[in-house]
């Protein structure tokens, strides 16, 4: 009878155990609250049992959709969505368990990554690099927008591809937006005030992080130029395993000395700054995300890069190349932002950035120049970042074609005897006008030392000059670590840092 008993109750587990691992398990990223991309396949996935039929019921259409799990347990569809709108559904996903997601919204979904400026929260953080917006309190306290849903992924980094995140989406509201990325929100805003369709954005981003901690393994170890960028992980691996190795050594001598009691000791263990590693963000934040479909792309970073400019003229792009792979969704858009004047940056790294807005496809540069802080690498005005990422996905996604999305950008040069004339693209309605000189302008010959030069606006181009330099060859502007320009066009939007020459510079050669 115990026998019996005994025999009975390990069935019971057993079937316990199989109804468990049979259930239908989801993403955080397909949840309560998610946009889906309008008008288009988008993905749903998960996983359940090997081979065990699922039947999802989509709130927008009258039959449901059926699929089966693949032999590893993974399973994944693509279903198609209506043209966005507030209206709220539903979908049921059903196997041995049901799962019901609610509130579901039809809209725009954009991808927002980056380091620290995309992550910059709209809210204040006391005692924190987190300092808020301009008008914070007044921005949260007005972020009223139920259409606009939020998803933050939580920092995690990783030596091999996850299949998942940690987050949920959110509806807009001042409690949510207090610690979401600013700059998202307000070009998410921006869409949504002028597209009148939900909005989802999804922020996965990470203070202080490289392009090469967001590009896969296999695109660092394929380009001959990324493999100084492997080589140098691998001696900081081996440099903090020898920290490592010495602290328990002292830690073991430390115990020897004080009979096993090491309860005041000064000895600190070295950490690891985890997100600095080549690919171990691309693997832990952005693959795991690279299932739900989306319409694009908006990016801030550049900073922990600068000082090697001229390697980012190749990674930045590499990267991107990588994430298009991923996606499998075409050249989808990909809108990113020039970083701005800090005392700690300097003027390749910028250059790098315009570069790659001519050699990445669908692609566009929002330029900064006019909202830094030589002081301050986190500039509090993110409400005119969101609002040029804006202008460009309106203008090059959404078909407002006659919509002027950038400054003025330098395109050609002619040496007229001892003046330079310096043709631009993006004035079609001119330069704005202003009683105040031209400024940052610099000439120089063919002793290559650049003066101070007099700028003028001639029409549609700027002619330059200098009683210095008889017989000029180039000409910078803004080229320097906290440059002050004053070049707009007439509505209102900066000229990009450039300069006409190729000499070599300090952080502009091959490095």
Same mark, same amino acid.
């Given at each position: 009878?115990?026998?019996?008993?005994?025999?009975?109750?390990?069935?019971?587990?057993?079937?316990?155990?199989?109804?468990?691992?049979?259930?239908?398990?989801?993403?955080?990223?397909?949840?309560?609250?998610?946009?889906?991309?309008?008008?288009?396949?988008?993905?749903?996935?998960?996983?359940?049992?090997? +081979?065990?039929?699922?039947?999802?019921? &989509?709130?927008?259409?009258?039959?449901?959709?059926?699929?089966?799990?693949?032999?590893?347990?993974?399973?994944?569809?693509?279903?198609?969505?209506?043209?966005?709108?507030?209206?709220? =559904?539903?979908?049921?996903?059903?196997?041995?368990?049901?799962?019901?997601? #609610?509130?579901?919204?039809?809209?725009?979904?954009? $991808?927002?990554?980056? @380091?620290?400026?995309?992550?910059?929260?709209?809210?204040?953080?006391?005692?924190?690099?987190?300092? /808020?917006?301009?008008?914070?309190?007044?921005?949260?306290?007005?972020?009223?927008?139920?259409?606009?849903?939020?998803?933050? !992924?939580?920092?995690?980094?990783?030596?091999?591809?996850?299949?998942? !995140?940690?987050?949920?989406?959110?509806?807009?509201?001042?409690?949510?937006?207090?610690?979401?990325?600013?700059?998202?929100?307000?070009?998410?805003?921006?869409?949504?005030?002028?597209?009148? *369709?939900?909005?989802?954005?999804?922020?996965?981003?990470?203070?202080?992080?490289?392009?090469?901690?967001?590009?896969?393994?296999? $695109?660092?170890?394929?380009?001959?130029?990324?493999? %100084? $960028?492997?080589?140098?992980?691998?001696?900081?691996?081996? &440099?903090?395993?020898?920290?490592?190795?010495?602290?328990?050594?002292?830690?073991?001598?430390?115990?020897?000395?004080?009979? /096993?009691?090491?309860?005041?000791?000064?000895?600190?263990?070295?950490?690891?700054?985890?997100?600095?590693?080549?690919?171990?963000?691309?693997?832990?934040?952005?693959?795991?995300?690279?299932?739900?479909?989306?319409?694009?792309?908006?990016? =801030?970073?550049?900073?922990?890069?600068?000082?090697?400019?001229?390697?980012?003229?190749?990674?930045?792009?590499?990267? !991107?190349?990588?994430?298009?792979?991923?996606?499998?969704? /075409?050249?989808?858009?990909?809108?990113?932002?020039?970083?701005?004047?800090?005392?700690?940056?300097? %003027?390749?790294?910028?250059?790098? @950035?315009?570069?790659?807005?001519? *050699?990445?496809?669908?692609?566009?540069?929002? *330029?900064?120049?006019?909202?830094?802080?030589?002081?301050?690498?986190?500039?509090?005005?993110?409400?005119?970042?969101?609002?040029?990422?804006?202008?460009?996905?309106?203008?090059?996604?959404?078909?407002?074609? #006659?919509?002027?999305?950038?400054?003025?950008?330098? +395109?050609?040069?002619?040496?007229? #005897?001892?003046?330079?004339?310096?043709?631009?693209?993006?004035?079609?309605?001119?330069?704005? #006008?202003?009683?105040?000189?031209?400024?940052?302008?610099?000439?120089?010959?063919?002793?290559?030392?650049?003066?101070?030069?007099?700028?003028?606006?001639?029409?549609?181009?700027? !002619?330059?000059?200098?009683?210095?330099?008889?017989?000029? $060859?180039?000409?910078?502007?803004?080229?320097?670590?906290?440059?002050?320009?004053?070049?707009?066009?007439?509505?209102?939007?900066?000229?990009?840092?450039?300069?006409?020459?190729?000499?070599?510079?300090?952080?502009?050669?091959?490095?």
């Amino acid at each position: 009878m115990i026998y019996l008993k005994k025999l009975l109750l390990f069935f019971i587990v057993l079937g316990l155990k199989l109804t468990a691992s049979a259930q239908v398990k989801l993403p955080a990223l397909v949840g309560s609250n998610m946009v889906l991309q309008q008008n288009s396949k988008v993905n749903l996935w998960g996983w359940a049992s090997p +081979n065990e039929k699922i039947k999802l019921q &989509l709130g927008w259409q009258n039959f449901p959709v059926e699929v089966t799990a693949n032999t590893d347990g993974t399973w994944k569809t693509a279903v198609s969505t209506p043209t966005g709108s507030e209206k709220n =559904y539903d979908i049921v996903i059903e196997a041995s368990n049901k799962i019901v997601l #609610k509130n579901i919204l039809i809209g725009e979904v954009w $991808i927002c990554s980056g @380091q620290s400026n995309m992550y910059f929260p709209v809210g204040k953080e006391e005692g924190t690099w987190k300092t /808020g917006v301009k008008n914070y309190e007044e921005e949260v306290q007005n972020a009223n927008f139920p259409a606009i849903r939020l998803f933050t !992924v939580l920092t995690k980094a990783s030596q091999k591809p996850l299949e998942d !995140v940690t987050g949920n989406w959110a509806e807009c509201s001042p409690s949510t937006i207090k610690t979401f990325s600013a700059v998202a929100y307000f070009f998410g805003r921006d869409l949504y005030q002028n597209l009148k *369709v939900p909005i989802g954005l999804i922020s996965t981003s990470w203070g202080g992080t490289k392009a090469e901690a967001w590009t896969s393994q296999t $695109i660092l170890e394929q380009n001959t130029d990324f493999l %100084p $960028i492997l080589e140098q992980d691998a001696k900081n691996e081996k &440099l903090f395993q020898e920290k490592l190795e010495n602290y328990y050594a002292d830690l073991a001598k430390e115990r020897l000395a004080n009979n /096993g009691d090491i309860s005041k000791s000064q000895l600190k263990k070295p950490k690891k700054e985890e997100n600095k590693t080549s690919y171990v963000l691309y693997n832990a934040m952005l693959h795991p995300v690279t299932n739900y479909t989306m319409k694009g792309v908006i990016w =801030y970073q550049g900073e922990s890069n600068a000082e090697k400019a001229f390697l980012y003229r190749s990674l930045f792009p590499a990267m !991107v190349k990588s994430w298009r792979s991923e996606w499998n969704q /075409g050249d989808f858009p990909f809108y990113y932002v020039q970083i701005t004047p800090h005392k700690g940056q300097n %003027p390749d790294i910028r250059e790098a @950035q315009l570069m790659a807005s001519k *050699v990445i496809p669908n692609s566009g540069m929002v *330029v900064t120049t006019d909202v830094g802080n030589a002081t301050n690498i986190h500039p509090i005005d993110k409400q005119t970042v969101g609002y040029r990422l804006a202008l460009l996905a309106k203008a090059k996604t959404y078909g407002e074609s #006659k919509l002027i999305f950038s400054g003025p950008t330098y +395109n050609h040069m002619e040496i007229k #005897k001892q003046r330079i004339k310096l043709f631009f693209d993006d004035v079609q309605n001119g330069f704005k #006008k202003s009683n105040e000189a031209l400024k940052e302008f610099e000439i120089a010959g063919n002793d290559k030392v650049f003066y101070p030069a007099t700028a003028k606006i001639e029409g549609k181009t700027i !002619v330059v000059s200098s009683e210095k330099v008889k017989e000029p $060859i180039a000409v910078r502007f803004a080229w320097k670590a906290v440059p002050e320009p004053n070049l707009f066009n007439a509505e209102n939007l900066p000229a990009s840092p450039f300069r006409t020459d190729d000499w070599s510079t300090e952080n502009g050669k091959k490095n």
